[in-house]
Nanobody, 123 residues
């Protein structure tokens, strides 16, 4: 059984910052990519940022957050972070952590999701 537990959401004024964390635990052999998605009311879930486990970890960001958000990971802790700066009301959403996890050396990767954490940015 694998769990992803997110933390760090909350209410912040426009221009402020928040740092999200997501820790994976359970029967984990390895974690491939880890990422953050968000879903605003009435909208589809969208990719915010993703980081691979290769080398320094290559990253990819949604255009709307480039230059403001930074994703990073600590492989020893099975944890992914996202530093969010210069937040604006359009960033208000529930943020979900995602990870592709292998349970053993020969099996496939399985996608896992966290429960979501609310980020609200007031104007």
């Amino acid at each position: 059984q694998v769990q992803l537990v997110e933390s760090g959401g909350g209410l912040v004024q426009a221009g402020g910052s928040l740092r999200l964390s997501c820790a994976a635990s359970g029967s984990i052999f390895s974690i491939n990519s880890m990422g953050w998605y968000r879903q605003a009311p009435g909208k589809q879930r969208e990719l915010v940022a993703i980081i691979t486990n290769s080398g320094a970890g290559s990253t990819n960001y949604a255009d709307s957050v480039k230059g403001r958000f930074t994703i990073s990971r600590d492989n020893a802790k099975n944890t992914v972070y996202m530093q969010m700066n210069s937040l604006n009301p359009e960033d208000t959403a529930v943020y979900y952590c995602n990870a592709f996890i292998r349970y053993n050396a020969v099996g496939p990767n399985f996608s896992h999701w966290g429960q979501g954490t609310q980020v609200t940015v007031s104007s």
